[in-house]
């Protein structure tokens, strides 16, 4: 039988798509950045499919690309190399199989959408500590595999820190059942991490067991106003030390990107009478009803006294606190408005920030002067979208052919302070260059052994990260 | 040149042991359970060094056992089978490199006693996250390599949890250095979490970068007194929705416990009138000045109010939280003096130990009637303690005689409802055999795969774990 028929009989009529038009969504990355092509997307239904799906692949030496919502930005999903290959789509696997409110976790398959889960958390008074703007539709099972960070991290940690255990389909088409829920276990190799920010390269993540959190029952949001963006650093630590993690969020956004979303985006305001030069958007929450917006204004008072803030609003309605993400999560949108951009998603060490912020941003603006930084993020956890956006006298194509320059520019400076040149997108295709550069031999020559220990033939997401 | 000589060569004059009397307190494990012999105990004093010894051993075949402080109960560093073997002691890895405070980092050596680091943290206003009875003496190295648990694990997660990057020699003698300080890294496998909880089979862990939090400026500790054992459960749910991770620890204490630290231990008395089945003895933090006195009686008040609780103290001294502590801290001496013990340190999903309790205790009682259970330890984490004491009408050697048939009960009883045979023990050679029953194939074939790419020699720490 043709392996493609072989396929189609495990999955049945409804588990596939072959036809021009009905693949072209699952094989384009949503930015526009890579295309590809196979003769099938598969869509599972169970686990045993997944793992009958793989055998039949290994067995012909046939890649797999996993994929769930689509949402990568680095090619992880997309076809590479000249071998045959196909595409598992995971969006089918979507039950929620257990929810527990006592033991604080739920198992969830890898196709469920992250907002579902957050909701079934909220329904048994639990709060599930992985949040971003991809949330309405991406899926769990890719955000295990990038390890996907997002607005919560400084509180909750990555996709990472959220697994209890896993339910894995290995590349000879065992399953591995590893879904645990214990906070404490010595019994061998702990093998859930390396599966986890693995890109589907050791394996394919079916189910997650992730732990949850007493939901708090208070939340306070404000907008920071600051002398430049290094201030916001020493403002992280006041606060730190006086809400500790109940600061959920810390969000950095400079007066120029701010200034993109009041041009680009109707209906959006500063709160305040004067612009300055950065701002920080901080979320704090409290099990104490009420106990969240005192905490908040206290801890701001304090900053504002001690000459580490210029100004500062609290938002006293939902209206009001949605008015101000809304700019937040505006900036993506407002940026696409204004012309090409070349995106960097690094993180640094959270104290050397404010140093490295000087010191690239001096050396880009000696190779380019009038280059727009739109620099932004989630700098509670050391993380940036340090993002380079076209002069406003200069042409798409001119600044697009200065990107390896400007980003090799940009990534060197990450490097020698200590940085990371993928905080959260992963390395899928678009960094794998990035990654022989940055990545000394030992780690990388470690990565390859386990590679070939656990994917000897190489057909799990072929092409990806390594 | 005799691989003797090689070695001593690399760490010089003070960089070694070799005489009959100064290896002993290297080659007894404290409990008793293992000695062991090896030629010589190499004490090296750097990264460096350490990598030197590893090339020589792996040239010659050599086995290498690393050793922190020599605290562990499972065997973990103690020789075994019958190739030439050497025992590497971290302990002169004892510099802390660096603390940052902002950062809220420090980067350890191995060797550094865990006191010391939780010493260093509170200087610069920051808590490491772990604490366990033996941080007077067991050392960094040792709890990575062992993925430590302890006291606070339901707040700060255990010793892998601590770790944002590490320096590791591999059994070849390179040096992985991964001593990263992100907290959000996507550039390729991570590598840490395979170190972390390996014993010493996968690499020798020579430094770490430690995660630290603020350092909650109050804290409240309480025992508190309940119908039974089982009645810790809803109670740690209704103090976790209340107060969530400003509940630090939460210990239980079977009466039956308390009764052996009452009998055994001068000057212990327990705050209550009455006895009761249990007791659990919790701790709350606050960052707010008197902050955690007050939101423990709230909790504590609600948990009475509906009937959870039967009585509460609140230490209001340190005096008095001392000797609260002091009831929990006993326990393992008092039970040394009531004679022979069978121990257990187990791990079960938290909703489901009531019912393994009954379920586990009745079978137990029915192979043997008598027999003193002794069970307390870290639910707040899922862990127990489950020990079992010889009968007062029993001779020692009678009991100990029936401990295979015993440990596996208890062992089969925890497997069924989804726990682990070791919480934070480890495997060492103790629980091998439970790691080869309890553990199902997939999972200990990706084990060996993940050995073999990493040691294909299998010089490091022979004959652990798997």
New interface residues.
């Given amino acids: 039988m043709d392996y493609l028929d072989e396929l189609k009989k495990i999955v049945g009529v409804e588990g596939y798509v072959d036809d021009a038009a009905a693949l072209e969504p699952y094989l384009r990355e949503w930015r526009g950045r890579y295309t590809s092509d196979v003769p099938i997307v598969l869509l599972p239904s169970s686990t045993r499919q997944v793992a009958q799906l793989v055998s039949v692949c290994a067995a012909r030496s046939i890649g797999v690309i996993p994929q769930g919502g689509n949402t990568g930005l680095v090619g992880g999903s997309v076809v590479h190399g000249g071998r045959a290959q196909v595409l598992v789509n995971l969006r089918r696997l979507d039950r929620i199989r257990e929810v527990?409110?006592?033991?604080?976790?739920m198992i969830a398959e890898a196709g469920c959408v992250l907002a579902a889960l957050q909701e079934a958390a909220e329904e048994v008074?639990r709060v599930l500590g992985l949040s971003l703007s991809a949330e309405g539709s991406c899926r769990i099972g890719g955000n295990l595999a990038?390890?996907a960070?997002g607005l919560n991290?400084?509180r909750y940690?990555?996709a990472?820190?959220q697994v209890l255990g896993l339910e894995v389909v290995?590349a000879d088409g065992?399953?591995?059942?590893?879904l645990?829920?214990?906070?404490?276990?010595?019994?061998?190799?702990?093998?859930?991490?390396?599966f986890?920010?693995?890109e589907g390269t050791?394996g394919i993540i079916t189910a997650a067991a992730l732990r949850l959190?007493?939901r708090?029952s208070d939340l306070a949001t404000g907008l920071v106003a600051l002398d430049s963006p290094a201030e916001a650093?020493?403002l992280l630590?006041s606060l730190?030390?006086?809400?500790?993690?109940?600061l959920v969020a810390y969000e950095l956004v400079t007066d120029a990107t701010l200034e993109l979303v009041l041009r680009n985006i109707p209906d959006t305001r500063t709160p305040f009478d004067d612009r300055y030069k950065a701002y920080a958007l901080v979320e704090n929450a409290s099990?104490?009803p009420g106990g969240a917006r005192s905490?908040l204004e206290q801890a701001l008072e304090a900053a504002l006294g001690g000459g580490l803030i210029r100004d500062a609003v609290i938002a006293t309605s939902g209206e009001q606190r949605r008015a101000l993400w809304r700019l937040r999560h505006s900036i993506s949108d407002a940026q696409t408005r204004e012309g090409a951009s070349i995106k960097h998603d690094i993180?640094?060490?959270?104290?050397?920030i404010p140093a490295f912020m000087d010191d690239c941003e001096s050396r880009i603006r000696a190779m380019l002067p009038d280059v727009r930084f739109i620099v932004f993020g989630?700098v509670g956890?050391?993380?940036l979208h340090y993002n380079l956006t076209v002069p406003e006298n200069m042409d798409s194509e001119s600044f697009r052919a200065k990107e390896p320059e400007l980003s090799r520019m940009v990534f060197d400076r990450v490097h020698a302070y200590?940085?990371?040149?993928?905080?959260?997108?992963?390395?899928g295709l678009l960094?794998r260059p990035?990654?022989r550069r940055?990545?000394?031999g030992?780690?990388?020559d470690?990565?390859r052994?386990?590679?070939?220990?656990?994917d000897p033939h190489g057909i799990l997401n072929p092409g990806k990260?390594?």
């Fill in positions: 527990s409110a006592d033991g604080e976790f008074d990038t390890d960070g991290v400084l940690g990555t990472r820190h290995l065992r399953i591995w059942n590893g645990r829920t214990l906070r404490k276990n010595t019994a061998g190799y702990d093998l859930r991490g390396l986890v920010g693995s050791l959190y007493p708090p650093i020493p630590g730190r030390s006086r809400l500790a993690d109940d099990h104490n905490a993180s640094l060490p959270i104290e050397r989630h956890d050391g993380s200590g940085g990371s040149f993928s905080a959260e997108h992963g390395v960094r990035e990654l940055y990545v000394d030992v780690e990388i470690l990565m052994r386990i590679k070939q220990a656990l990260v390594l």
